[in-house]
Nanobody
Framework: QVQLVESGGGLVQAGGSLRLSCAVS????????MEWHRQAPGKQRELVATITKGNSAIYTDSVKGRFTISRDNAKRTVYLQMNSLKPEDTAVYYC??????????WGQGTQVTVSS
């Protein structure tokens, strides 16, 4: 079965950095477009960043210049490097894999808390 396991979340002060990881198994990772989403309390889940199987990246405006999505196909892992963190970045961050057209898989989420 396809499984995604996020890690790397935690507590950090504003201005600090965290690196999230999403380990993927059960699929040909090289062929999967990957996404990071986040959901803050009382808010809708939002797409934060996308990295395609061709290694092109797209970011939502609020994180441009601060976050970097990357992938290591040999390690079957996608990363989200988060710098200059702000309290408004506080959320549960979820990894999402597009397995094929019409089918996706989500990880369990990892909590990121940014204190002021």
């Amino acid at each position: 079965q396809v499984q995604l396991v996020e890690s790397g979340g935690g507590l950090v002060q504003a201005g600090g950095s965290l690196r999230l990881s999403c380990a993927v198994s059960g699929t040909n990772f090289n062929n999967n477009d990957m996404e990071w989403h986040r959901q803050a309390p009382g808010k809708q889940r939002e797409l934060v960043a996308t990295i395609t199987k061709g290694n092109s990246a797209i970011y939502t405006d609020s994180v441009k210049g601060r976050f970097t999505i990357s992938r290591d196909n040999a390690k079957r892992t996608v990363y989200l490097q988060m710098n200059s963190l702000k309290p408004e970045d506080t959320a549960v961050y979820y990894c999402r894999a597009w397995i094929r057209v019409g089918f996706d898989k989500w990880g369990q989420g990892t909590q990121v808390t940014v204190s002021s």
